[in-house]
C-alpha cells in the first residue's frame, strides 16, 4: 500500500515536471487586432494558425477590437506594464508611439529582400524620423465605389473624374427619382470622417500643418469642409453619414441603397458576393476623383503595420510571427480583402484574377496616397478636426469657424 502510494507520488510528479517542462517549452503571444475592414476575423485567424502549425513551441492569444479602440487598448496596456506582444496601429500613430516608446524599433531587422520587395510607399506606415517601428500589413485608401446600374439607368456613360462631376451625377440620379440621397460616406465622429475628409483635403491641394501650425484653415482644407457640407445640405448625401463609419457604408451601398460610396478595398469583393450584397456584379470601383486645374485622383493614407511592444517578452517570436503575417504567401493567399505590399504581388493571376477593376484603381489611388498629419499630438489634432466636421454638417457654425476652432483646440 505504501510503496503503490509512494510510486503513484512519484509518478505524479513525474507528470508535474513533464507538463511544468512543456509550459516553459510553449511561447505563448498576446497580438491585438481590428475587428473592422480589411482582414476579417477568419482571414486573421487562418493566418495564426498557419503560423502556430509550422511553429508548434509558440501559442498566439488573438484581441480583436472595432478600430475606434486600437490605440487605447494599446496604450493602456503598456503603462500597466504588459498585455500585448504584438499591435496593429495605424500610420498615423508612429510619431506618438516612437515619442512614447510604445514600439520596439525594428529597423535592424529588415531584410534586403523586404527592402527591395515591399512598394516603396508602403513603409511610410511604419516610419518615423528616419527608423522604422514594425512590418507595413495593411496597404489601403479609400476609393470611389459607384453603382454601374444605377448610373446605367441615369444615362451616365462613366464615373466622375472630379469631385464636382460627383456632385452632378449625384443630383442627376436625385432628379430621377432613382435614389433620394446618392452618396454614403463615414462621417460619424470618429477617425472614419478624418479619412473622407483626407481625400478632399489631398484633392483640393490642401495641408494640414506648415511650420508647425495648423494650416487647415484656409485653402484646400477649407474648400474641402466646404464641399462636404454643400453635399450634405444639398440632400445629395445620405443624411445618416454623419453617424455612418465604414461598414455602415458597405451596408448602405450594398443594399442597393447608394450610387455612390467612399470606402477602403474590403468592400470590392464583399459588395460582389451575391450571399452578402444585392448589388453583386453591378459594382465599379475607380480611384477617389480629382479637382480641375488641382489634381487627377485623391487619397489618403489608410495604411496598417503590425510592430512588436517594448513591454514584450518574447520579441523574438513576435517578429517571427510579425514576419509570417506580413509575407507575401500569406497577403497573396488573402488578397481579396486586401492589397498585398509587395510589388510583385501585382504581376501575380493568383492576386489578379477576378478584381482587375480593382487592381488598376488601386495602381493609381495608392501613388497618391495622402498623409493625415505626422505629429505627436495626432490624437488631440484628430479629435479637435472630427467635432469640427460634425459641427459644420449639423449647421452649428461655418466651415471656416469650425476649423479655426479646431485649429485653436489642435494641441500644435
Not at 65 to 81: C, F, M, R, W
Not at 315 to 323: N, R, T
Amino acid at each position: 500500500m505504501l510503496k503503490s502510494t509512494r510510486n503513484a507520488l512519484v509518478g505524479a510528479a513525474l507528470v508535474g515536471i513533464s507538463f511544468s517542462s512543456q509550459a516553459h517549452a510553449e511561447t505563448t503571444l498576446n497580438a491585438l487586432f481590428m475587428a473592422q475592414a480589411a482582414y476579417s476575423e477568419a482571414d486573421v485567424r487562418a493566418m495564426t494558425e498557419a503560423f502556430t502549425k509550422a511553429n508548434p513551441d509558440v501559442k498566439v492569444n488573438l484581441e480583436f477590437v472595432p478600430y475606434e479602440g486600437l490605440h487605447d487598448k494599446t496604450v493602456l496596456a503598456q503603462g500597466s506594464g504588459g498585455g500585448y506582444d504584438v499591435v496593429l496601429f495605424d500610420v498615423i500613430w508612429p510619431a506618438e508611439y516612437a515619442t512614447n516608446n510604445v514600439l520596439v524599433d525594428v529597423t535592424d531587422r529588415i531584410t534586403d529582400e523586404m527592402k527591395n520587395g515591399v512598394l516603396p510607399g508602403a513603409w511610410t506606415t511604419v516610419e518615423y524620423d528616419g527608423k522604422r517601428y514594425g512590418m507595413p500589413w495593411i496597404l489601403d485608401t479609400k476609393y470611389l465605389f459607384y453603382n454601374k446600374e444605377i448610373l446605367e439607368k441615369a444615362g451616365i456613360t462613366a464615373p466622375p473624374k472630379t469631385w464636382d462631376e460627383l456632385a452632378e451625377q449625384a443630383k442627376t440620379i436625385k432628379d430621377k427619382g432613382l435614389l433620394q440621397n446618392p452618396i454614403a460616406w463615414s462621417w460619424s465622429q470618429a477617425e472614419a470622417a478624418i479619412c473622407d475628409y483626407t481625400t478632399l483635403v489631398s484633392a483640393y491641394g490642401g495641408n494640414f500643418i506648415e511650420g508647425g501650425k495648423p494650416a487647415f484653415t484656409t485653402g484646400g482644407g477649407l474648400d474641402a469642409l466646404n464641399y462636404m457640407v454643400s453635399s450634405y445640405t444639398s440632400g445629395l448625401t445620405n443624411p445618416n453619414s454623419k453617424e455612418f463609419l465604414e461598414e455602415d457604408v458597405r451596408k448602405v451601398f450594398q443594399n442597393g441603397e447608394a450610387a455612390f460610396a467612399l470606402n477602403w478595398t474590403y468592400m470590392y469583393n464583399l459588395a460582389n458576393d451575391p450571399k452578402e450584397s444585392k448589388v453583386a456584379g453591378k459594382v465599379g470601383v475607380v480611384p477617389a476623383p480629382g479637382v480641375a486645374g488641382k489634381s487627377e485622383v485623391s487619397a489618403v493614407n489608410g495604411s496598417m503595420g503590425l510592430g512588436i511592444t517594448s513591454t514584450s517578452q518574447h520579441p523574438e517570436e513576435a517578429w517571427k510571427y510579425i514576419v509570417h503575417m506580413t509575407s507575401q504567401p500569406t497577403q497573396n493567399a488573402y488578397a481579396k480583402l486586401s492589397l498585398p505590399i509587395w510589388a510583385s504581388s501585382y504581376e501575380d493571376p493568383s492576386v489578379t484574377t477576378g478584381q482587375e477593376e480593382l487592381i488598376a484603381a488601386a495602381k493609381r489611388g495608392l501613388a497618391a496616397m495622402y498623409p493625415r498629419p505626422t505629429t505627436p499630438k495626432y490624437q488631440e489634432l484628430s479629435t479637435a478636426l472630427q467635432q469640427a466636421i460634425q459641427e459644420a454638417l449639423l449647421g452649428q457654425t461655418s466651415a471656416e469657424d469650425a476649423l479655426k476652432t479646431a485649429a485653436e483646440n489642435s494641441g500644435l
